[in-house]
T-cell receptor, first 114, second 109 residues
């Protein structure tokens, strides 16, 4: 069974631009969560989607948004990029929320903002 | 915010058992204890989770104290490939995961 895939793996953008990252969950998984990882803040929860609906949202500004499609694939968007948005963005999928299921993480997208 | 406390770093000799502690004194009755690890520059990897009883799988064992205020992850025979940051997470079903700072485990040859 294929794991969680994220595209692109590496990305370089300049301040003020916007970026869209993609995540394809494991087949059959319907819940997708996004995390930001930086050396200073560690792994921080961004948001979670299930059945195309955002269920939970972390403490991030409105520049960070996401969506989920009917096939469970998810995208996250960051508008008006800032230098501090440079990070590893991780996507995780699980069967459904509301159960004690483990999350499976993708390899991440390394975003560099210059 | 993270509800767990872990030592920032630990060493373990290769082939020996690695015992990683975690304190979660404010855990509530419906919250599970999860353990993940992250090898440098990779996505976190699920290891094990439990509610009340001790659990064991092919990777590790999870020992949860009777009062559920602390737990220990045991890697029975540590190898160099077990060098990673280990995260202990407490969350109830349907809630988000707070990873905290974890324990950096170094397995020494």
């Amino acid at each position: 069974k294929a794991g969680v895939t994220q595209t692109p793996r590496y990305l370089i953008k300049t301040r003020g631009q916007q970026v869209t990252l993609s995540c394809s969950p494991i087949s059959g998984h319907r819940s997708v969560s996004w995390y930001q990882q930086t050396p200073g803040q560690g792994l921080q929860f961004l948001f979670e989607y299930f059945s195309e609906t955002q269920r939970n949202k972390g403490n991030f500004p409105g520049r960070f948004s996401g969506r989920q499609f009917s096939n469970s694939r998810s995208e996250m968007n960051v508008s008006t990029l800032e230098l501090g948005d440079s990070a590893l963005y991780l996507c995780a999928s699980s069967w459904t929320p509301g159960q004690a299921y483990e999350q499976y993480f993708g390899p991440g997208t390394r975003l560099t903002v210059t | 915010d993270a509800k767990t406390t872990q030592p920032p770093s630990m060493d373990c000799a290769e082939g020996r058992a690695a015992n990683l502690p975690c304190n979660h004194s404010t855990i509530s009755g419906n919250e599970y204890v999860y353990w993940y690890r992250q090898i440098h520059s990779q996505g976190p990897q699920y290891i094990i989770h439990g509610l009340k009883n001790n659990e064991t799988n092919e990777m590790a064992s999870l020992i949860i104290t009777e009062d559920r205020k602390s737990s220990t992850l045991i890697l029975p025979h540590a190898t160099l490939r077990d060098t990673a940051v280990y995260y202990c997470i407490v969350t109830d079903t349907g809630n988000q995961f707070y990873f905290g700072t974890g324990t950096s485990l170094t397995v020494i040859p």
